[in-house]
């Protein structure tokens, strides 16, 4: 029974590259949640997601970020152009029922860290 | 503006003592609230879920306490072992809000 898979576990990128991140939720769970974890700072909500859409992205930066849970495959965090202010770990989580109607919790994976050179 | 407190500063004790974790909040009213321990390079493990309506939950060496008069939770994890150490995040969830607003946590150190 695999948990929340990420990948890749560790990233690098150069100033004005783009990065994928990757999440598979467990099996059977159809909500993902992005969170993102700087230096030294708690985890900050991003965005929340069921298949093939967007629920709240209330804390997803404006520009060069985005996220997509398609009806296939893995969800996935694009960072465009990213800048050294991006360099952060970056947990994904799952749920089988929206949290905030039913009292549940979420499963996180490993997280993908994120470097910017 | 909305807080969510947790002691900054690492907790040490002595193995076998019970250890104490303090979750303050400002200006939420969560519908429930959250502890997850986090290991260095690892994501957070769901650990206990209190309700609002609910004072004490328990589950083996640890206890959780929600006072929403005093807007606090209180995480005990008694005959604490190394194995313990690691930090303590609390979590809100607000109305039908579906995500998890994190403190900043709290390291725990437990020592021979």
């Known amino acids: 029974n695999a948990g929340v898979m990420q990948n890749p576990r560790h990233l690098v990128r150069r100033r004005g590259q783009e990065a994928r991140l990757r999440c598979s939720p467990m099996k059977g769970h159809s909500h993902v949640y992005w969170y993102r974890q700087l230096p030294e700072e708690g985890l900050k909500f991003m965005v929340y997601l069921q298949k093939e859409n967007i629920i709240d992205e209330s804390g997803m930066p404006k520009e060069r970020f985005s996220a997509e849970f398609p009806k296939e495959g893995p969800s996935i965090l694009r960072i465009q152009q990213v800048v050294r202010g991006d360099s952060a770990a970056y947990f994904c989580?799952?749920?089988?029922?929206?949290?905030?109607?039913?009292?549940?919790?979420?499963?996180f994976g490993p997280g993908t860290r994120l470097t910017v050179l | 503006s909305q807080k969510i407190e947790q002691n900054s500063e690492a907790l040490n004790i002595q193995e076998g003592k019970t250890a104490t974790l303090t979750c303050n909040y400002t200006n939420y009213s969560p519908a429930y609230l959250q502890w997850y321990r986090q290991d260095p390079g690892r994501g957070p493990v769901f650990l206990l879920l209190?309700?609002?309506?609910?004072k004490e939950k328990r589950k083996e060496r640890l206890k959780v306490t929600f006072d929403t008069t005093l807007k606090q939770s209180l995480f005990h994890i008694t005959a604490s072992q190394p194995a313990d150490s690691a930090t303590y995040l609390c979590a809100l969830v607000t109305g039908t809000a579906s995500k998890l607003t994190f403190g900043t946590g709290t390291r725990l150190q437990v020592t021979l």
């Open positions: 209190i309700r609002e309506n609910e």
């Open positions: 989580a799952s749920s089988p029922v929206t949290i905030g109607l039913s009292a549940d919790t979420q499963y």
